[in-house]
């Protein structure tokens, strides 16, 4: 049976909207040259490529060249979305933790300084074999210690974000509170805290202003 992580659920469009940049910035990231869409595990690695870009400025360039290095010696036909690599980075690389080694990635093995996304990595469960299963996008402008009230899963809602604990889509929710309902008419309605319906409604607004 296939894989419903490797299913194309995100046209560029839609992806860049959720990653919070340009199509046009996403299909260089992922060197999409025709139509396509991407699927969870590339929408996870675009969310790791954007907190590496942000967060500690590596080029592009440098985690490419990461990726590649990655995909050669691991297998791994989506890295940045496996566990147990124990991806760190600082301004200049990206590594990963091997055999109780931090080896660098971009420079083909040689030790490295730590420096840990633990804080971002965190935020991703994965099954058994290591392979994300879900995770929880960075709501609050790319802050690693935001709530986990969101979650992306290609099981809930056709991988759309979607209030964790309920399963309901945050475009819903934030839908009803623009056509005029409280948050409190909709923690009752949905049997939910009203602040996860405060951070559906804050992510979705976020979503739309940057798509704006």
Same mark, same amino acid.
């Given at each position: ?58 080029? /592009? ?20 979305? /496996? ?6 980075? %600082? ?11 931090? =080896? ?19 935020? =991703? *469960? ?14 609050? %402008? ?8 969101? =979650? ?20 819903? =929710? ?10 409190? *008419? ?17 992510? *979705?607004? %976020? ?6």
């Amino acid at each position: 049976m296939k894989d419903i992580r490797t299913e194309p659920f995100y046209p560029v469009s839609e992806a860049a909207r959720l990653l919070r940049v340009p199509a046009s910035t996403l299909r260089a990231w992922f060197d999409i040259k025709a139509s396509r869409s991407l699927n969870f595990l590339e929408l996870l690695e675009g969310y790791t490529i954007q907190v590496l870009r942000t967060k500690h400025q590596l080029s /592009m360039r440098s985690i490419r060249r990461a990726i590649t290095f990655l995909k050669h010696d691991t297998g791994e036909a989506y890295p940045l979305a /496996m566990q147990g690599l124990g991806f760190e980075a %600082d301004r200049s690389d990206l590594y990963f933790t091997r055999l109780g080694k931090l =080896v660098s990635a971009s420079e083909q093995g040689q030790l490295a300084i730590r420096q840990v996304l633990e804080s971002f990595l965190q935020r =991703v *469960e994965h099954d058994a074999s290591g392979l994300a299963l879900r995770f929880y996008p960075l709501t609050r %402008d790319l802050r690693t210690d935001g709530p986990k009230a969101i =979650v992306i899963d290609p099981e809930l809602c056709f991988g759309r974000p979607c209030i964790a604990s309920r399963g309901i889509a945050t475009a819903m =929710v934030a839908s009803r509170y623009k056509a005029g309902e409280s948050m409190a *008419e909709l923690a009752a309605d949905y049997e939910c805290g009203i602040e996860a319906i405060e951070e559906a409604i804050r992510a *979705e607004l %976020d979503l739309q202003r940057a798509a704006a």
